[in-house]
């Protein structure tokens, strides 16, 4: 077993090289000025083999642990998200073939390598099944709300390379401010990413002891605490002493660690983006901008369409169908007001309400390029408040 979870964790950090090295050769196919189409295209090719080697690299992660876990691994969120990860650069694989467009591998492997290191940050451990987690459904409704969220995503991807070249930055609008946050929120998961895998690397563990529910618990904070817990004292010496405590109407264990985690993620998401601002000189998507000048804007506008249109009945299938099945299997009821169905709902219907717009209003091009980001939005929403903040029956995740 301890062999296999050691190849998987190599076979996972190879994709993750992999990628990084494609984004590169896929920013030389747009960032040549040359008129040399040939040297654009063996660029071109070069990325996309890569891509493709990434991708088996990151299928030999998935086989290799579920061999040792004995079950599919996407029972936890490291699993789910790298799994998540794994399903964008498929839909990007296959949508690439058909398009031929270089820039989309661009944007798309940068998120799925901030999707795949968002999940390094949480437990590798391989645990047993809880009760309601052992059947074939595990594996059935988890891969295919992935598949689906996955190919939502190169909508997500489409929608923002439109944006960028569409939206005049040369004047100062609600559109372009409203662009550049959509590219800032980014930068605070980078932040994320990097204050945890700092402080990871550098062993820093603080505890906390604090009351809840006339109960006596303790909180390991593994980044320096600059939000204590509501009335929680510092149990370990030498470390940082809090700035403030967490305030009392944040409820629910650890609800400290996590407003400073959240905190965290603000401060050097932003301190990253104020470097690469002062770096730039100016915004960064108009800094981007000239390199998409060559972006037929319609096609990527069919793009986003296409991913949503094939994405949204496979996650139909497996957030709303897969789901109601194996929920009254395990629960003896096909529908309760669980905080994850509660979202899984609202994401169909923002999605339905996606086509609606388009098919039937004509909302093409800007408009649904803005659609396909709070579309995003409310997906990364689900992954990340609801599984870390929200309590129910879907906490094991």
């Not at 694989?93 to 999940?119: E, N, Q, R, T």
């Not at 070249?165 to 930068?187: C, G, H, K, M, P």
């Not at 817990?229 to 996590?258: I, R, S, Y």
């Amino acid at each position: 077993m301890e062999s296999l979870l050691s190849t998987s964790s190599t076979a996972l950090f190879t994709a993750f090289i992999l990628y990084l090295v494609a984004t590169l050769f896929f920013g030389a196919t747009i960032k040549d000025k040359t008129s040399d189409k040939s040297k654009r295209g063996f660029a071109g090719k070069i990325a996309i083999t890569l891509t493709i080697i990434g991708f088996i690299a990151q299928l030999t992660y998935f086989i290799t642990r579920w061999m040792a876990a004995g079950h599919a691994p996407v029972s936890n969120l490291f699993e789910f998200t790298t799994f998540l990860g794994m399903c964008l650069v498929f839909a990007f694989i296959i949508i690439y073939f058909i398009y031929k467009l270089s820039v989309l591998g661009l944007f798309a492997l940068p998120i799925a390598m901030i999707i795949i290191a968002y999940a390094s940050m949480f437990s590798r451990e391989v645990a047993p099944l809880v009760p309601s987690l052992q059947s074939h459904w595990l594996a059935i409704h988890v891969s295919t709300v992935a598949l689906g969220q996955g190919i939502l995503f190169i909508s997500f991807v489409a929608g923002l390379i439109y944006l960028v070249r569409q939206v005049d930055q040369s004047v100062r609008s609600a559109r372009t401010i409203s662009l550049e946050i959509v590219i800032y929120s980014l930068f605070l998961f980078i932040g994320f990413i990097v204050s945890t895998s700092v402080f990871n690397a550098m062993g820093y563990s603080a505890s906390f002891e604090y009351e809840l529910s006339n109960k006596t618990l303790t909180s390991e904070y593994t980044l320096p605490a600059i939000a204590a817990p509501n009335d929680g004292t510092l149990l370990t010496e030498n470390v940082m002493q809090p700035l403030f405590d967490t305030p009392a109407w944040m409820h629910g264990a650890d609800a400290g660690k996590k407003f400073n985690t959240v905190i965290w993620s603000f401060l050097v998401g932003s301190i990253i983006y104020g470097l690469v601002r002062l770096l730039l000189r100016k915004r960064v998507g108009a800094a981007i901008q000239p390199l998409l000048k060559n972006v037929n804007p319609d096609l990527v506008d069919e793009i986003n369409y296409r991913a949503v249109a094939i994405g949204f009945p496979v996650f139909t299938l497996g957030g709303l169908i897969f789901a109601s099945i194996w929920a009254q299997i395990a629960w003896d009821r096909f529908w309760g007001w669980d905080p994850k169905e509660v979202w899984a709902l609202i994401t169909w219907f923002f999605y339905a309400a996606y086509l609606h717009l388009r098919l039937s209003r004509g909302w093409h091009g800007e408009r649904s390029a803005w659609l396909a980001v709070v579309g995003f939005a409310i997906i990364m929403f689900n992954l990340i408040v609801v599984n870390l903040v929200l309590a129910g029956l879907h906490s094991y995740a």
